[in-house]
């Protein structure tokens, strides 16, 4: 699969959950780039230029210049049946299109549009990505839920350091 497909329907389930339950799926920062918005650290996995997890790096594998591919099933692990059944109804949605059809869509996106200046990679802030949706009100529980899985992030790392 082209990779730009794998970001493009991911950060649209990541948009989705967020206006849904407050929080992003990947928990990525999300960029504006020329063919749209963007899940940085995926991108960076996918290129080789950030640390991947042995989940990752286990199960998927770029496969020529701009594709990848599953070598293993990693599984479900910790993710919720809200979660798979949100990445389910989005790539039933948009998996099947063109790639470049469905960075077209994203391109239709207000907080890309908002965001992109050419030859730029813009940080794109999770609340613009509420606003575009009209979903202001989630504000507030995206707020502790980010704080939340900062904690929880922290705690796994001193726990991965103590072993």
């Known amino acids: 699969m082209p990779y730009i497909h794998l970001l493009k329907v991911l950060y649209i389930a990541d948009r989705e959950y967020l206006a849904e339950h407050g929080y992003m799926i990947t928990g990525d920062k999300v960029v504006a780039m020329t063919h749209g918005p963007v899940l940085s650290r995926i991108l960076n996995m996918i290129k080789g230029r950030a640390r991947s997890s042995g989940i990752w790096q286990a199960s998927i ?82 707020t502790e839920q980010i704080k939340l899985q900062a904690h929880q992030q922290a705690l796994r790392k001193a726990a991965n350091e103590t072993r």
């Not at 910790?78 to 790639?99: C, N, Y």
């Open 61 to 142: 594998k770029t496969s020529g210049k701009y594709n990848i591919r599953l070598v293993s099933d990693p599984g479900d692990g910790d993710l919720s049946r809200a979660i798979t059944a949100k990445l389910d109804v989005v790539f039933g949605r948009f998996g099947k299109l063109e790639p470049f059809r469905v960075v077209q869509l994203t391109h239709d996106f207000p907080e890309w549009s908002k965001h992109y200046t050419v030859g730029t990679s813009t940080l794109i802030p999770w609340q613009e990505i509420l606003r575009a949706q009209g979903k202001e009100q989630m504000e507030p529980i995206a």
